[in-house]
Nanobody
Framework: QVQLVESGGGSVQAGGSLRLSCAASGRTFSSYGMGWFRKAPGKEREFVARIGWSGASTDYADSVKRRFTISRDNAKNTVYLQMNSLKPEDTAIYYC?????????????????WGQGTQVTVSS
């Protein structure tokens, strides 16, 4: 059993930055791949970024490449999403997830554990 809690969301103007955190407890954190997903009103949940168990393997949705960076600190049982150059279309609830695909995955069905979500709002 893994429990995940996101934090760091908020409201910013376009061009601003936020860093989201996802703190994990329960099973050994380093044995899981991690991902970030987001859900905007009226749209389906979409993949944002993934990271493997060691942090060596990462991947991003095309819409956030070069703007967002995923990282993890296994000693702190925490995964991060640094979001720069934010755009209004980034507005969504952001969720972190943990799964046993060790390099992480782009697919929500590969993740067994999910956080409660944190709201990100970007105004123009």
């Amino acid at each position: 059993q893994v429990q995940l809690v996101e934090s760091g969301g908020g409201s910013v103007q376009a061009g601003g930055s936020l860093r989201l955190s996802c703190a994990a407890s329960g099973r050994t954190f380093s044995s899981y791949g991690m991902g970030w997903f987001r859900k905007a009103p009226g749209k389906e949940r979409e993949f944002v970024a993934r990271i493997g168990w060691s942090g060596a393997s990462t991947d991003y949705a095309d819409s956030v490449k070069r703007r967002f960076t995923i990282s993890r600190d296994n000693a702190k049982n925490t995964v991060y999403l640094q979001m720069n150059s934010l755009k209004p279309e980034d507005t969504a609830i952001y969720y972190c997830a943990a799964g046993r695909v060790l390099v992480g995955s782009r697919w929500a069905d590969d993740y067994a554990y999910w956080g409660q979500g944190t709201q990100v709002t970007v105004s123009s």
